[in-house]
Each structure stands twice: as structure tokens, then as C-alpha cells.
């Protein structure tokens, strides 16, 4: 992020934020030059022939830096895929006050947008040439919202393509585990993932091409990333990957999934497609935020033996989040703490994850958002969650637009979990 994005924006940031995701710590300077000098660039995303970054006047004031309340918006139904249904969605939540949505725009790597570098999405319910990211960001700095465009890393196949053609090009049939030159993942016993596996220089390259083509070509507010992490402690096993292992560390032979060493380097490995994806979202749209969901499951650091390091994100996923914003790596982190309210050790566990939210915000004002399950949740038990968010950081994010509440009517809680 720009230097003079932050040294405005923080100030204005930090005496208006009382609901949600980042921000800037007080001597933040910016996310600096934190290429990965072992990948190798990506390709270039064509930023001459689209239509869609045609610039947008902004009729209502929207947020100058990271949002103060958020929701995502997710493509496994047909709330996204027509202009009418985007229309309803950004008049809505711009009623109930909230700042920005996190919008998926590539479900498995399949584009919902004009883009240079992924393949188009073969879902049958999208009005055909309907651009969704164009449309959500025209509309969405129209109504002073911010949109941040949403994508997960590692998946690369939902049973949702089962009945449907993929389109050529698309990861999976390119780089699956049955394909000439397989981007997946391997667990230890042989057991092959529809996971890319995070370890690999060419899937960094990979998610660093899909920052580029969507923040060299739209206006986003900002790029959102999901599933930036190992599915757990077991996968990590491609055979490049290994080599890249020995040749860091120096030793031979196939680790165990619990060997230091291993899970330092895929916590390194982690880290680092993070940090491509921030040096590249630097170079093209430098005003634009980086941010990730990152898990907050199971107990909590100040349950876990060794604190943060015995958490199952931590243990399991090598995903060392908070790590990413002292080595400013993220604008902000939502940490998605989805537990069920009514189940006591669920909400204990909630409780542990909000309180290390808090004391992570205390060194990183602003920059830290916690995502509320509310789909798990009645709509007092998730209001309840809302506000012990609130309380702690300031800074909460809703899960989901389309289903805000286990029990409720739709709305239930988003209109009523974000206003002043």
C-alpha cells in the first residue's frame, strides 16, 4: 500500500472506525518491496483491450481507507449473476449502513469478469456478457460502498462443475492431479488433493497473475484472499515441493508432517505467495488494500499450548496470520471465527479468539477485523457475537449476505449489525 494512502488515510480511518476490518497501525509506512526473488514474475495481464476500467464517478462519500463494517457475498447461488440481483444486493447493503462487501468474483478459478488470464466461468445462470465485477464496482462507489474482489487460492474444483463443461484453460484440467503437469497438492501417503499446493513457486506466480489482472483492470477498493493455507498437516507432499524443501534446508530424505523444520518451511511457503500478492497489488493499484480470511478455529492462543503456535491455523494450516500484518505483508486480516453461540465450548472458544483478536489490534490499530458465522447463529446469538466483536476491535465482518442468520429472515442481522 502507498505510503501517502496510509499517512491520509490512517488518520481519517482512526476517528471513524467503530465496526470493522482494517486499517493502519501508527507508523505504518506502507507494505514496501517484498518480492519473492525465487519466483519468477507472472504473466502479464492485458491491460489495453478491456472495457472495464472505465473510471467511475463517485456520487456518495465511501470509506478513504479499510472498512469499518463489511459482508461477503459469496457465487454459490444466483444472488450475483444478473444486474438486477446485484442492483438489490448493493442497495441493501448500503441500507443497512455497512461500508464494503468482499464479493467473490471466481468461485474455482473460473472469471465472473472481462479477464485477461483466467477462463470465463461455464455457470449457466450468468446473464450471458454480464461483467459482475464491473457491475459491482460501478454500482457499489455509486452508493459510496467500497468492493473488494474476492478469490480462493488453493481450491481448484467444486461438485458444483460436476454436470457442467470446464472451459479450456481452467486450473483444474490443466494442473489437477490427473493432468501432464499437476499444480495440486500430495499428502504423505501418496493421497492426491484438489488443492493447489502453496509450496509450489508456480502457484504464487499463478495467484500474482489473478491479483494483476483484476486490479490492473478494475477499480477495486481491494483484493481479498481465501484459502491462502494447507488443508492440513498431512498434505504439502508434491515432489517439487519437496525438492524446493531439501534444497532451502539442506536435508534429504521426506519429513514427517510434524517435523519443525517441514512445518517452519510451509509456514514460510504461506508467507510468502502473501507477499507476492502484496508486491504485485503494489505495482498495479497501490491505493488498493490487501486483506485475507484467515482461520480462527478450534481453542484459542490463550487456550493452546504455546500460545498461537498450538492453534489448529498455526499447527495444521501453516498459516502464521498474525505474523502477516507485523511484517506488513496485509492491509488487514478478518479472522473467521464461525462457532455456534449455543454451543458453550464453541462459544468459549469464540471468546478466546475475539480477546487474542483484540490484544493483536492493540499492536495493529485497525487492521484487524473478525468475521462472524452467522449463518451458524440464531439472530440474537449472532448480534451477541457482533457486539463482542465490536467491543474488542472495533472491526466486524458478516458471513453471509445470503444467509445472515440460521433462523431469521434475510437481513436479520445485517441491517442490524453495523450501523453507528
Same mark, same amino acid.
Given at each position: 500500500m502507498s505510503a501517502i494512502r496510509w499517512s491520509l488515510g490512517s488518520l481519517v480511518v482512526a476517528a471513524v472506525l467503530t465496526a470493522c476490518s482494517g486499517g493502519g497501525d501508527g507508523d505504518a509506512t506502507g507494505?514496501?518491496?517484498?518480492?519473492? $526473488?525465487?519466483?519468477?514474475?507472472?504473466?502479464?495481464?492485458?491491460?489495453?483491450?478491456?472495457?472495464?476500467?472505465?473510471?467511475?464517478?463517485?456520487?456518495?462519500?465511501?470509506?478513504t481507507g479499510p472498512p469499518e463494517s463489511?459482508?461477503?457475498?459469496?457465487?454459490?447461488? =444466483?444472488? @450475483?449473476?444478473? $444486474?438486477?440481483?446485484?442492483?438489490?444486493?448493493?442497495?441493501?447493503?448500503?441500507?443497512?449502513?455497512? &461500508?464494503?462487501?468482499?464479493?467473490?468474483?471466481?468461485?474455482? +478459478?473460473?472469471?465472473?469478469?472481462? %479477464? !485477461?488470464?483466467?477462463p470465463p466461468t461455464p455457470d449457466p445462470a450468468l446473464e450471458p456478457g454480464f461483467d459482475v465485477l464491473e457491475a459491482l464496482v460501478d454500482g457499489g462507489h455509486e452508493r459510496g460502498l467500497q468492493v473488494h474482489a474476492w478469490f480462493v487460492v488453493a481450491p481448484t474444483y467444486h461438485d458444483e462443475y460436476? =454436470?457442467?463443461?470446464?472451459?479450456?484453460? +481452467?486450473?483444474?484440467?490443466?494442473?489437477?492431479?490427473?493432468?501432464?503437469?499437476?499444480?495440486?497438492?500430495?499428502?504423505?501417503?501418496?493421497?492426491?488433493?484438489?488443492? @493447489?499446493?502453496?509450496?509450489?513457486?508456480?502457484?504464487h506466480d499463478h495467484?500474482?497473475?489473478?491479483?494483476?489482472?483484476?486490479?490492473?483492470?478494475?477499480?477495486?477498493?481491494?483484493?481479498?484472499?481465501?484459502?491462502?493455507?494447507?488443508? &492440513?498437516?498431512?498434505?504439502?507432499? +508434491? $515432489?517439487?515441493?519437496?525438492? #524446493?524443501?531439501? @534444497?532451502?534446508?539442506?536435508? %534429504?530424505?521426506?519429513?514427517?508432517?510434524?517435523?519443525p523444520e517441514w512445518v517452519a518451511w510451509r509456514t514460510g511457503r504461506t508467507a510468502a505467495l502473501v507477499e507476492r500478492a502484496a508486491t504485485t497489488l503494489d505495482t498495479v493499484r497501490p491505493e488498493a488494500l490487501l486483506s485475507a480470511a484467515v482461520i480462527a478455529g478450534g481453542e484459542g492462543p490463550s487456550a493452546a499450548p504455546g500460545g498461537f503456535a498450538g492453534t489448529r491455523p498455526a499447527r495444521r494450516m501453516f498459516q502464521d496470520w498474525p505474523a502477516w500484518l507485523d511484517d506488513d505483508r496485509l492491509d488487514f486480516v478478518v479472522a473467521m471465527a464461525y462457532t455456534r453461540e449455543a454451543v458453550p465450548e464453541q462459544a468459549e472458544w469464540f471468546r478466546q479468539w475475539v480477546g487474542f483478536a483484540?490484544?493483536? !489490534?492493540?499492536?495493529? $490499530?485497525? #487492521?484487524?477485523?473478525?468475521?462472524?458465522? !452467522?449463518? @451458524?447463529n440464531s439472530v440474537d446469538d449472532a448480534l451477541t457475537q457482533v457486539e463482542l466483536v465490536r467491543e474488542a476491535t472495533g472491526h466486524v465482518a458478516?458471513? %453471509?449476505?445470503?444467509q445472515d442468520s440460521a433462523d431469521g429472515p434475510h437481513g436479520a442481522v445485517l441491517d442490524r449489525c453495523c450501523r453507528s
Open positions: 507494505r514496501g518491496d517484498r518480492s519473492d $526473488p525465487t519466483t519468477t514474475a507472472p504473466p502479464a495481464a492485458d491491460t489495453t483491450t478491456s472495457t472495464s476500467t472505465t473510471t467511475t464517478t463517485t456520487t456518495v462519500p465511501r470509506p463489511s459482508v461477503w457475498v459469496h457465487l454459490f447461488d =444466483d444472488t @450475483l449473476k444478473t $444486474p438486477a440481483g446485484v442492483e438489490a444486493v448493493l442497495d441493501e447493503v448500503a441500507a443497512a449502513g455497512v &461500508d464494503a462487501v468482499f464479493a467473490q468474483v471466481a468461485r474455482r +478459478h473460473d472469471a465472473y469478469y472481462d %479477464s !485477461a488470464y483466467l460436476d =454436470d457442467l463443461t470446464l472451459p479450456p484453460g +481452467h486450473v483444474w484440467l490443466e494442473h489437477g492431479s490427473d493432468s501432464d503437469d499437476p499444480w495440486t497438492t500430495v499428502a504423505e501417503d501418496g493421497t492426491d488433493s484438489d488443492y @493447489l499446493d502453496v509450496g509450489l513457486p508456480v502457484v495467484v500474482a497473475a489473478i491479483v494483476e489482472d483484476i486490479a490492473g483492470r478494475y477499480p477495486v477498493d481491494g483484493i481479498h484472499l481465501d484459502y491462502v493455507r494447507y488443508d &492440513d498437516a498431512r498434505w504439502g507432499y +508434491h $515432489p517439487r515441493a519437496l525438492d #524446493r524443501f531439501r @534444497l532451502d534446508t539442506g536435508r %534429504s530424505g521426506r519429513p514427517a508432517p510434524d517435523d483484540g490484544s493483536l !489490534a492493540d499492536r495493529h $490499530p485497525g #487492521r484487524v477485523a473478525v468475521g462472524v458465522g !452467522a449463518y @451458524l458478516v458471513y %453471509s449476505y445470503q
